[in-house]
């Protein structure tokens, strides 16, 4: 029989540079506070309108990141919850609670509705999903 010996692929596996990297996280940064910007002033619009959309922010935090990035990179993704859980938290004192102090909000931040909790969560979890990239 003819039989042909099967050897492991020896292909190099390609590394983006160090630079790459760098263009990929600050293109990604730059969209992703394109996306913030707009996500805050959708959740100001729907407040307008009677409605209450606390994870769009993040979402779009993320889907501005990914879209911009070019590139994947699961740093990317984290910098993007973390931003998004700050802007959530930051929209929802501006938006909600203006007549409270940052400090006080912040310490009673856990006394908010489940649902507002939750919003939050999701909308840290979009944009880390998102803020991945491709």
Request: net charge positive; glycine share 14%.
């Amino acid at each position: 029989m003819n039989e042909i010996p099967i050897e492991p692929s020896r292909e190099p596996t390609s590394r983006p540079s160090g630079l790459t990297v760098v263009f990929v996280l600050l293109r990604g940064i730059a969209g992703g506070i394109v996306g913030g910007v707009v996500g805050y002033l959708v959740v100001r619009w729907l407040k307008g309108q009677g409605m209450y959309g606390m994870m769009i922010p993040g979402a779009l935090v993320g889907l501005g990141a990914g879209l911009a990035a070019r590139g994947k990179s699961v740093l990317l993704g984290v910098i993007c919850a973390a931003a998004a859980l700050v802007l959530a938290i930051m929209t929802e004192w501006t938006l909600f609670h203006p007549r409270r102090e940052l400090s006080f909000f912040l310490t009673h931040l856990h006394q908010l509705p489940t649902i507002s909790l939750i919003m939050i969560g999701l909308g840290a979890v979009f944009a880390f999903w998102f803020g991945q990239g491709r």
